[in-house]
């Protein structure tokens, strides 16, 4: 079906390109096109709206589908410059405040969280009440994880090139302690570690603490960490580990390729350097194979994978799992100091819902989504921020970067989008310096509502007039 509905996609756009419907033109109905193409109505309508996505038509309320003129490119933002000298973490409130802000019903362009109608609401119900109903087996301390759920785990890191046991896998509260355990298992208070940059806010935080310094290295918004950036970190500090988010990396979407994973893997395995990968959004790439992760290239024992299903299956789960590795015994001993265990039900009943093959059918329908979102987000701020602007590509997740001319600040669009009840991320929640002042980190994971069109619309007007008075 969706090649399918590509191909009529494709027939409608050639047929715009060469005139047959003109700007402000009404696509004949749905009824029509379906007889035309020979497809069904919902074909017609994925049609529709992947060239609404791809910014050719504009959806009417009760009045159908116009033809409008697409959105100008916009080139990929910069890669920062080097930057050599380790810095100490500072965690920006900021961060906290635009969680606060979501929940007060801004428009939800700031967190990286998928928006409730995307996510498995009915299945996980359903496999969380078969957990409840577990008895005994619910009211047990599950350390390290229930066998069930480590077990799943481990059958899908196999389908990844990882074959792993359950006794490999440890559960998480999320992919967030799985970094500071993690970080914890292989540094000490002082350390210097490497981050992407622009990073993570998440990442700066799980570094801050546990009372680390952080070299940023530069960070392509397609091809991920520079590599040679890296080597000269590794040359010029005694950096202890390496965070990286090899897949859809967080804010940029870049996506490194099997051969630099590999690279990077072998670079920081000679170096005896441990990587600590983050694939929380592995899961979401937007077309294509599922990437592998750095560690499926990992020969040395050296890599140690954190993920969790937050930005896939429910933030309010929690539920993550690292595979630590040789690094297993500190990990668990951190993680039992800690908080001893991962609540049990959530574990039983993702293991539930995996079991029955209920998240794989999902996650067909959710990358659709995310994929529409984002192309649909691009497309608006392409159309709608001052000549100059820069937007990333993202291959996978659903946050899109933005960077604006030189001049637009970055703090002081989300100040004053912030008085107007609109919500983004500013950059320099994403670095330990002010150098991405003039970008942005949106979020595509939410339904194309008008509501979204017209914040996106207003944004840009907000970027040109900062433009104007910076001038």
């Known amino acids: 079906m969706g090649a399918l509905y590509n191909q009529v996609a494709d027939q409608l756009q050639a047929l715009i390109a060469d005139g047959v419907y003109r700007t402000g033109d009404r696509l004949p109905g749905v009824r029509a096109l379906s007889r035309q193409f020979g497809v069904s109505i919902s074909t017609v309508l994925q049609a529709h709206q992947t060239l609404e996505a ?28 080097h930057r050599t000298r380790p810095l100490p973490v500072s965690a920006r409130e900021m961060t906290l405040d635009l969680c606060a802000d979501e929940q007060k019903r ?24 078969w957990a409840a109903r577990r008895g005994l087996e619910t009211l047990d ?39 500071i355990l993690a970080l ?16 993570f806010p998440g990442i700066l935080q799980a570094l801050e603490v546990v009372g680390l310094r952080v070299i940023e290295i530069p960070t392509h918004p397609s091809e991920g960490m520079s590599l040679e950036g890296l080597q000269l970190a590794l040359e010029q500090w005694p950096l202890k580990a390496c965070v990286v988010v090899p897949n859809h990396s967080n804010p940029m979407g870049a996506r490194m390729s099997d051969e630099r994973k590999q690279q990077l893997v072998s670079m920081l395995a000679a170096a005896n350097v441990p990587l600590i990968e983050d694939d929380i959004y592995g899961d979401l790439y937007h077309s294509g194979e599922r990437p592998r992760p750095a560690k499926a290239f990992d020969r040395s024992d050296n890599v140690i994978f954190c993920s969790s299903f937050s930005k ?17 015994a500190s990990a668990r001993q951190h993680k039992y100091f800690v908080n001893l265990a991962t609540s049990t039900i959530p574990q039983l009943a993702m293991a539930h819902f995996l079991e029955q093959g209920g998240y794989d059918r999902y996650l067909r ?14 497309a608006a701020v392409a159309r709608s921020f001052p000549e100059g602007t820069a937007v990333s590509r993202p291959q996978g997740g659903f946050v899109l970067w933005v960077q604006m001319p030189a001049g637009v600040s970055g703090t002081g669009l989300y ?13 320099l929640m994403f670095s330990t310096t002010n150098k991405f002042e003039n970008c942005l980190r949106l979020n595509g994971g939410n339904p194309w509502t008008e509501r979204i069109e017209k914040a996106v619309i207003r944004l840009g007007a907000l970027a040109h007039e900062l433009r104007d008075q910076g001038a």
Request: aromatic residues 6%; proline residues 10%; positive net charge.
């Open 54 to 81: 791809r910014g050719f038509l504009q959806a009417r309320e009760r009045s159908g589908y116009f033809v409008r003129l697409p959105a100008r490119d916009v080139p990929e933002p910069t890669m920062p410059e």
């Open 106 to 129: 801004m428009v939800p362009l700031a967190t990286a969280i998928p928006h409730p109608d995307y996510l498995p609401v009915r299945q996980i119900q359903q496999s969380t009440i």
């Open 141 to 179: 301390y599950a350390f390290p994880g229930k066998e069930s759920f480590r077990r799943q785990i481990a059958q899908r890191m196999a389908t990844l090139g990882v074959p792993v046991s359950p006794d490999d896998v440890l559960v998480t509260n999320g992919a967030q302690e799985a970094i």
């Open 184 to 199: 914890r298992a292989v540094t000490q208070a002082g350390d210097i570690v490497a981050v992407e940059s622009p990073s």
């Open 312 to 328: 896939t299956v429910s933030p309010g789960l929690r539920l993550g799992w690292m595979i630590p590795g040789r690094h297993m």
């Open 365 to 378: 329908q959710a990358r659709q989504h995310y994929r529409e979102g984002i192309e649909r987000l691009r």
């Open 415 to 427: 100040r004053r989008a912030r008085q107007e009840g609109i919500n983004v991320a500013p950059g």
